[in-house]
């Protein structure tokens, strides 16, 4: 049972550089969600997706963009990244109702 | 809108219990989770109570839910080295969107 998978754990990019964050779900859940969590805060939400196809924006969406083609897949692209953009990364799966499965996170810094 | 608020640290000695508090504002919320978050780890669910119940006991944690003023505790009992985590309280209204506390840090003094 792998869950919630996300690929890569670690990234180091430099400013102005892009990348896209994986996150794969073998749950067959419709929720994905991504969120970020900076030093000695909590986690705010990034981006989210109720279905394939469908996603809109949370909190903090400036920056980012995402698709969700399959129910599967759910990649967070960085364009243009910035020193602000260093993070931690959690991806989250579920279901109406139910509570969330996260991702072990992606570690990123922009320097 | 929705707020979920917890003190951010709490500093127990091992084998004391520990109560970590929450409150949140949303007063159609179905479900109240806390997770745990472990150094490096994403965050995993702990125990769960349904907005229709008082209390539920698991092992060593109880969770306390007084809906009338919208507080949610936590009680780990015999609390271990181990136990030293983010504890984040979340409450979700059966919709798609759940709301996270910021989290408080639990520090274990051997």
């Known amino acids: 049972n792998a869950g919630v998978t996300q690929t890569p754990k670690f990234r180091i990019l430099k400013i102005g550089q892009s990348m896209t964050l994986q996150c794969a779900q073998d749950?067959?859940?419709?929720?994905m969600y991504w969120y970020r969590q900076d030093p000695g805060m909590g986690l705010k939400l990034i981006y989210y997706s109720v279905g394939a196809g469908i996603t809109d924006k949370g909190e903090v969406p400036n920056g980012y963009n995402v698709s969700r083609s399959t129910t599967e897949d759910f990649p967070l692209r960085l364009e243009l990244a910035a020193p602000s953009q260093t993070s931690v990364y959690f991806c989250?799966?579920?279901?109406?109702?139910?509570?969330?499965?996260f991702g072990n996170g992606t570690r990123l810094t922009v320097t | 809108g929705e707020d979920v608020e917890q003190s951010l640290f709490l500093s127990v000695r091992e084998g004391d219990s520990s109560v970590i508090n929450c409150t949140y504002t949303?007063?159609?919320?179905?479900?109240l989770y806390w997770y745990k978050q472990e150094p490096g780890a994403g965050l995993q669910l702990l125990t769960y109570i349904f907005s229709n119940m008082d209390m539920k006991q698991d092992q060593r944690l109880t969770v306390l839910l007084n809906k009338k003023d919208k507080h949610l505790s936590l009680r780990i009992a015999d609390t271990q080295t181990g136990d030293s985590a983010i504890y984040f309280c979340?409450?979700?209204?059966?919709?798609?969107?759940?709301?996270f506390g910021a989290g408080t840090r639990l520090f274990v003094k051997a």
């Open positions: 979340a409450e979700n209204g059966g919709g798609f969107k759940t709301i």
């Open positions: 989250a799966s579920g279901r109406q109702g139910s509570p969330l499965h």
């Open positions: 949303d007063s159609s919320s179905t479900y």
């Open positions: 749950m067959n859940h419709n929720y």
